[in-house]
């Protein structure tokens, strides 16, 4: 699943998943029994096959790649089977609701569950099948689940706990064996939970439940989005559909999911694997048949049904088998899905190339939905994507978007063997699925265009949103220990720092042992669900390697230091390297380094990846002929802060390296230290000649290189660092000091090069002005760096004359623009015009906001351009847009746009409170709604600690207020509980 944060994917960025609000007593009720919600991980618990969960008797072994056979039949009446062509009968008219008196209790306290409280179920579900029967206004769910002991269980109990949430789900009928069971006798239910007694094995449960996916605006669960009904089930949304023990570790096969609905309002129907049956019955109305053979976890359980146009293309595997590839969303939208659909093709190319792994089923659905919590969801051969990481065309998506769509489009395909494959035991292991799916798509996208941009792009992500969680009241390790509400923790560390820990597993063990790491753990685990240490365990054995040190970064949050220091003395380089963290044992950390010779600059020491397995290590290189000049922590090889023991960086070495460094992304490191020592200096008012001209040459340097083709990797250079990565490197942020310093030294910089910056933007524009529009790394670098020199030219606007000017040629550029990405460019600049500009601004403002026609990714970007403007009425502005007839708190996306967006900008910290009170009324509203949702947006609030004791004691103060509102979901309630620890 790829999460969405504020302002990309973990990107996903980072963000698909979410569950649950529910009633805060679930959780306590579940905790309550211990033989039930001990769904934790712990290392001790031995993963096991699926064909050891089930006697002979009821199920065959499965083996993956074969269809499954079924070889249990029903044990009642046939007539009270699933049927695949009449379906069932079942009328829920003058029927009791089982669970109402469950559902009318008041919510207790949230509970924190342990990771170290796992324990393996006492039955597992081996085989379900369901039926839908979807009307306006309420879908009636039948399930059949079979029920068999686990072997792998050797505690006491012998009862079968199932989740659900009452809430969402009226249960109407429950019988086992064909026997009407009795409450109290047979079954108890309890918030969150039923408890069947006892089951014998080989029994089949037969439930019958209500749910009402038009009122599901936590969109977790069934709920209809415009013309469809879609599935959110990760991480606990299938007990919003119905009783199941709705955990990863209960892999079962999903061997018929019938589906009924109007034929004329949803002709489209869809669910996990292939189809088997379809036809029409009485009433105007149509069914669909599907069987996935592959045992899954119910979060990975899908269903659609609506009135959707699609594209469809073939795939040949490597092995020659065709595989269906069909992409769907609202008919208005087909379009836009062409890239995607080459995308996908190409990710399945590379993981055949890169890993040998094929796809396995005949066919692979993807469906567009534009009410999507996350980014997107793997759901086995069915795929649901927010429409922001799927649709994209020229004049509706940027160059960035089209960057995403197809890292994610990757990340959900690669996510077929990483998390569905091979899936987590427990959610504590979830970063087992999502670090080492983010490390592929990112890989992916690498290969797909430029390395270097690439580690560029990621590593600014990583900075300015995982180094603030490690720094914050939510820093946890990569695998957590503890949670309230799993929404809360599909994060950047779980995400983001979990793909860096794989790629440190490559970085020591090479292309080549990862590789054989990935084999044997496929080898391994295939059908299983397992933990990060399986994984560990797959890539020390493949390559006769001990990594129980290196384990420490599962279970170690913050981010590590690394202080270094070296000295040149008789041909023989000194390095001293100094490791500090939140471990009490020292952490495994590769540092990738080498050596340029001072004169020539040419490499002497080869890039080496050295070992830091000590808290001090001294590191030799001796026989060099000259002195020289280190490039340490190449590539970004470790997740680590990297200090010199001086406390000040060597201004020099670092001008040198923005010059000639070897490594792409230390090249471009060097001169990002030289721009943020200069900011910072700007914002204590002492900004040293040196250090500018250090950071002058480093800057008219990039911008008059005309060597180098890779313009993306010239833009990210003349790039100031982020305000959110300059804020990691502070104790006591002042937001609107680094705002003006980091302002100061970009006028600075486009007043010193104006005459060279209008140059290149002539240049390029010359040359991209009526040339044909193509998504390829050199189009993308040539636009980008065109709008970098378009944001510094319009950054100089003191005067009048200045104002009308940056105004001119930012409006030319947007009337002239090829793309929407020049378009976003030139309003991004337009916006925080005002003055001389403010008649542009409006005018450009009025024209995009046309011009999309209502399109809503489009208006999506119309939103967060306004918000983000520095502008001194910005909030005034937001106040009024939240009140604007396109906007509405219900669809994540447009709340993301708008109050995410304005949450990132300066104006969000002024000094009055204004904005964080604004942000409170916001989540005050928005939580009934949609928890998963208000308590992201919460973590703008929790890192008050940062700030100054003034702006602090104001975020401090709207979270109490938060803390006291009643109701408050779980999602919410864990966010601002821990801010206020």
């Given at each position: 699943m790829?999460?969405v944060?504020?302002?990309?994917?973990?990107?996903?960025?980072?963000?698909?998943?979410?569950?649950?609000?529910?009633?805060?007593?679930?959780?306590?009720?579940?905790?309550?029994?211990s033989?039930?919600?001990k769904l934790?991980?712990?290392?001790?618990?031995s993963v096991?096959l699926?064909?050891?969960?089930?006697?002979?008797?009821?199920?065959r072994?499965?083996s993956?790649?074969?269809?499954?056979?079924q070889?249990?039949?029903?044990?009642?009446?046939?007539?009270?089977?699933?049927?695949?062509?009449?379906g069932?009968?079942?009328?829920s008219?003058?029927?009791?609701?089982?669970?109402?008196?469950?559902?009318?209790?008041?919510?207790?306290?949230?509970v924190?569950?342990?990771?170290?409280?796992?324990?393996?179920?006492?039955?597992?579900?081996?085989?379900?099948?369901?039926?839908f029967k979807i009307?306006?206004?309420?879908?009636?769910?039948?399930?059949?689940?079979?029920i068999?002991?686990?072997s792998?269980?050797?505690?006491?109990?012998?009862?079968?706990t199932?989740?659900?949430d009452e809430?969402?789900?009226?249960?109407l009928?429950?019988?086992?064996?064909?026997?009407?069971?009795e409450?109290?006798?047979?079954?108890t239910?309890?918030?969150?939970?039923?408890?069947?007694?006892?089951?014998p094995?080989?029994?089949?449960?037969?439930?019958?439940?209500?749910?009402?996916?038009?009122?599901?605006?936590?969109?977790?669960?069934?709920y209809?989005?415009?013309?469809?009904?879609?599935?959110?089930?990760?991480?606990?949304?299938?007990?919003?559909i119905?009783y199941?023990?709705?955990?990863?570790?209960?892999?079962?096969v999903?061997e018929?999911?019938?589906?009924?609905a109007?034929?004329?309002?949803?002709?489209?129907l869809?669910?996990?694997?292939n189809?088997?049956?379809s036809g029409?019955?009485?009433g105007?109305?149509h069914f669909?048949?599907?069987?996935?053979?592959?045992?899954?976890?119910?979060y990975?359980f899908?269903c659609?049904?609506?009135?959707?146009?699609?594209?469809?293309?073939?795939?040949?595997?490597?092995?020659?088998?065709?595989?269906?590839?069909?992409?769907?969303?609202e008919?208005?939208?087909?379009h836009?899905?062409?890239?995607a659909?080459?995308?996908?093709?190409?990710?399945?190319?590379?993981?055949?190339d890169?890993?040998?792994?094929?796809?396995?089923?005949?066919?692979?659905?993807?469906?567009?939905?534009?009410?999507?919590?996350?980014?997107?969801?793997?759901?086995?051969?069915?795929?649901?994507?927010?429409?922001?990481y799927?649709?994209?065309?020229?004049d509706?998506?940027?160059?960035?978007?089209f960057?995403?769509?197809?890292?994610?489009?990757?990340?959900?395909?690669?996510h077929?063997?990483?998390?569905?494959?091979v899936?987590?035991?427990?959610w504590?292991?979830l970063?087992?699925?999502?670090?080492?799916?983010?490390?592929?798509d990112?890989?992916?996208?690498?290969d797909?265009?430029?390395?270097?941009?690439?580690?560029?792009?990621?590593?600014?992500?990583l900075?300015?949103?995982q180094?603030?969680?490690?720094?914050?009241?939510?820093?946890?390790?990569?695998?957590?220990d503890?949670y309230?509400?799993?929404d809360?923790?599909?994060?950047?560390?779980?995400?983001?720092k979990?793909?860096?820990?794989i790629?440190?597993?490559?970085?020591l063990?090479?292309?080549?042992?990862f590789?054989?790491?990935?084999?044997?753990?496929?080898e391994?685990?295939?059908g299983?669900?397992?933990t990060?240490d399986?994984?560990l365990?797959?890539?020390?054995?493949a390559n006769?390697v001990?990594?129980?040190q290196?384990?420490?970064?599962y279970?170690t949050?913050g981010?590590?230091t690394?202080?270094?220091?070296?000295?040149?003395?008789?041909?023989?380089?000194?390095?001293?390297?100094?490791q500090?963290?939140?471990?009490?044992?020292?952490l495994?950390?590769?540092?990738?380094?080498?050596?340029?010779?001072k004169?020539?600059?040419?490499?002497?020491?080869?890039?080496?990846?050295?070992?830091?397995?000590?808290?001090s290590?001294?590191?030799k290189?001796s026989?060099?002929?000259?002195?020289?000049?280190?490039?340490?922590?190449?590539?970004?090889?470790?997740p680590v802060?990297?200090?010199?023991?001086?406390?000040?960086?060597?201004?020099?070495?670092?001008?040198?390296?923005?010059?000639?460094?070897?490594?792409?992304?230390?090249?471009?490191?060097?001169?990002?230290?030289?721009?943020?020592?200069?900011?910072?200096?700007?914002?204590?008012?002492?900004?040293?000649?040196?250090?500018?001209?250090?950071?002058?040459?480093?800057?008219?340097?990039t911008?008059?290189?005309?060597?180098?083709?890779?313009?993306?990797?010239?833009?990210?250079?003349?790039?100031?660092?982020?305000?959110?990565?300059?804020?990691?490197?502070?104790d006591v942020v002042?937001?609107?000091?680094?705002?003006?310093a980091?302002?100061?030294?970009?006028?600075?910089?486009?007043?010193?090069?104006?005459?060279?910056l209008?140059?290149?933007?002539?240049?390029?524009?010359?040359?991209?002005?009526?040339?044909?529009?193509?998504?390829d790394?050199?189009?993308?670098g040539m636009?980008?760096?065109?709008?970098?020199c378009l944001?510094?030219?319009?950054s100089?606007?003191?005067?009048?004359?200045?104002?009308?000017?940056?105004?001119d040629?930012?409006?030319?550029?947007?009337?002239?623009?090829?793309?929407?990405?020049?378009?976003?460019?030139?309003?991004s600049?337009?916006a925080?015009?005002?003055?001389?500009?403010?008649s542009?601004?409006?005018e450009a403002?009025?024209?995009?906001y046309?011009?999309?026609?209502?399109?809503a990714?489009?208006?999506?970007?119309?939103?967060?351009?306004?918000?983000?403007?520095?502008?001194p009425?910005?909030?005034?502005?937001?106040?009024?847009?939240?009140?604007?007839?396109?906007?509405?708190?219900?669809?994540?996306n447009?709340?993301?746009?708008?109050?995410?967006?304005?949450s990132?900008?300066?104006a969000?910290?002024?000094?009055?409170?204004?904005?964080?009170s604004?942000?409170?009324?916001?989540?005050?509203?928005?939580?009934?709604?949609?928890?998963?949702?208000?308590?992201?947006?919460?973590?703008?609030?929790i890192?008050?600690?940062?700030?100054?004791?003034?702006?602090?004691a104001?975020?401090?103060a709207?979270?109490?207020?938060?803390?006291?509102?009643?109701p408050?979901?779980?999602?919410?309630f864990e966010?601002?509980s821990?801010?206020?620890?």
């Amino acid at each position: 699943m790829t999460v969405v944060s504020k302002n990309l994917r973990f990107y996903h960025l980072l963000s698909r998943h979410r569950s649950n609000q529910g009633r805060n007593k679930h959780l306590l009720s579940h905790c309550r029994n211990s033989d039930n919600m001990k769904l934790i991980g712990a290392k001790s618990f031995s993963v096991f096959l699926v064909s050891s969960h089930v006697s002979a008797s009821a199920f065959r072994p499965l083996s993956f790649g074969k269809q499954v056979q079924q070889t249990q039949q029903c044990k009642w009446d046939d007539a009270k089977c699933l049927t695949s062509r009449g379906g069932s009968t079942f009328s829920s008219a003058s029927t009791t609701v089982l669970n109402s008196a469950v559902a009318s209790e008041e919510a207790t306290a949230p509970v924190e569950i342990f990771r170290n409280a796992y324990e393996p179920l006492p039955h597992l579900v081996s085989k379900i099948n369901m039926d839908f029967k979807i009307e306006e206004g309420k879908t009636t769910v039948i399930s059949e689940l079979f029920i068999e002991p686990n072997s792998s269980y050797d505690g006491k109990s012998k009862d079968l706990t199932l989740d659900g949430d009452e809430t969402s789900v009226k249960l109407l009928s429950l019988s086992l064996n064909g026997k009407d069971l009795e409450e109290g006798t047979d079954y108890t239910l309890s918030p969150g939970k039923l408890i069947l007694k006892n089951p014998p094995s080989g029994s089949v449960l037969r439930t019958v439940v209500e749910v009402v996916p038009e009122d599901n605006t936590q969109l977790s669960g069934l709920y209809k989005d415009g013309p469809m009904y879609c599935t959110q089930c990760e991480a606990m949304g299938f007990r919003r559909i119905t009783y199941y023990p709705d955990r990863p570790d209960n892999m079962a096969v999903f061997e018929s999911v019938r589906l009924e609905a109007d034929k004329e309002a949803y002709p489209i129907l869809l669910a996990n694997g292939n189809m088997i049956e379809s036809g029409e019955i009485d009433g105007g109305r149509h069914f669909a048949v599907w069987s996935d053979p592959f045992p899954k976890p119910s979060y990975l359980f899908c269903c659609v049904a609506g009135s959707l146009g699609k594209i469809h293309d073939t795939y040949t595997t490597s092995s020659g088998k065709k595989v269906d590839l069909q992409l769907f969303s609202e008919a208005h939208n087909v379009h836009k899905l062409d890239y995607a659909m080459e995308s996908l093709k190409r990710s399945m190319k590379w993981d055949e190339d890169k890993f040998g792994l094929e796809y396995d089923l005949d066919l692979y659905n993807i469906v567009a939905v534009d009410s999507f919590n996350m980014g997107a969801m793997e759901n086995k051969g069915l795929n649901v994507f927010n429409t922001a990481y799927v649709l994209a065309d020229k004049d509706t998506a940027t160059d960035s978007d089209f960057e995403r769509v197809e890292g994610v489009i990757g990340h959900e395909y690669f996510h077929n063997w990483t998390g569905n494959r091979v899936t987590c035991r427990d959610w504590f292991q979830l970063t087992l699925k999502e670090g080492l799916t983010v490390f592929r798509d990112q890989e992916f996208s690498g290969d797909m265009n430029s390395k270097a941009v690439n580690r560029i792009e990621n590593v600014r992500g990583l900075r300015a949103r995982q180094f603030a969680e490690d720094a914050g009241p939510m820093s946890h390790p990569i695998r957590p220990d503890s949670y309230i509400s799993m929404d809360n923790f599909y994060t950047a560390t779980v995400y983001s720092k979990g793909a860096e820990v794989i790629r440190m597993y490559q970085t020591l063990l090479s292309v080549e042992g990862f590789r054989k790491g990935m084999d044997l753990y496929f080898e391994r685990h295939d059908g299983e669900a397992v933990t990060c240490d399986d994984f560990l365990s797959a890539m020390g054995d493949a390559n006769g390697v001990d990594l129980s040190q290196f384990a420490r970064w599962y279970s170690t949050n913050g981010t590590p230091t690394v202080t270094y220091d070296y000295k040149f003395e008789d041909r023989t380089f000194t390095l001293n390297l100094t490791q500090k963290s939140n471990s009490d044992e020292p952490l495994h950390i590769p540092i990738s380094f080498g050596l340029l010779d001072k004169e020539t600059g040419e490499e002497v020491v080869s890039t080496t990846v050295l070992e830091l397995k000590e808290t001090s290590q001294e590191f030799k290189f001796s026989g060099l002929k000259g002195d020289v000049v280190p490039s340490i922590l190449r590539d970004f090889s470790a997740p680590v802060k990297l200090v010199s023991a001086s406390g000040e960086d060597d201004e020099e070495a670092l001008s040198f390296l923005a010059a000639r460094d070897t490594d792409g992304f230390n090249k471009w490191e060097a001169g990002q230290k030289l721009f943020t020592s200069l900011i910072f200096q700007a914002k204590d008012g002492e900004m040293t000649d040196k250090t500018y001209s250090y950071a002058k040459e480093a800057f008219g340097r990039t911008l008059t290189d005309k060597e180098s083709e890779d313009f993306s990797i010239i833009a990210y250079a003349l790039m100031l660092p982020s305000e959110g990565t300059l804020a990691e490197l502070v104790d006591v942020v002042d937001p609107i000091a680094i705002h003006k310093a980091r302002g100061s030294v970009k006028k600075r910089l486009a007043r010193e090069f104006h005459t060279e910056l209008k140059e290149r933007y002539d240049e390029l524009t010359a040359v991209l002005d009526g040339a044909e529009f193509k998504v390829d790394a050199k189009s993308i670098g040539m636009r980008r760096l065109r709008n970098v020199c378009l944001d510094y030219l319009c950054s100089i606007r003191e005067s009048p004359e200045e104002q009308k000017e940056a105004a001119d040629i930012a409006m030319t550029h947007f009337k002239k623009a090829s793309g929407m990405t020049d378009k976003v460019a030139a309003l991004s600049a337009l916006a925080s015009m005002d003055g001389e500009g403010a008649s542009a601004r409006d005018e450009a403002l009025e024209t995009f906001y046309k011009d999309a026609n209502g399109d809503a990714l489009v208006l999506n970007k119309w939103f967060t351009i306004q918000a983000m403007a520095d502008l001194p009425d910005v909030l005034d502005r937001v106040k009024k847009l939240k009140e604007h007839p396109d906007f509405t708190l219900k669809n994540p996306n447009r709340c993301r746009s708008l109050v995410g967006a304005f949450s990132m900008n300066t104006a969000f910290h002024d000094a009055s409170g204004a904005g964080y009170s604004f942000l409170r009324d916001i989540l005050t509203e928005l939580d009934p709604l949609n928890p998963q949702i208000s308590s992201r947006l919460a973590g703008s609030l929790i890192q008050w600690r940062k700030f100054n004791e003034e702006r602090g004691a104001l975020m401090k103060a709207e979270l109490q207020k938060l803390a006291e509102m009643r109701p408050i979901s779980d999602d919410l309630f864990e966010i601002v509980s821990r801010g206020l620890k």
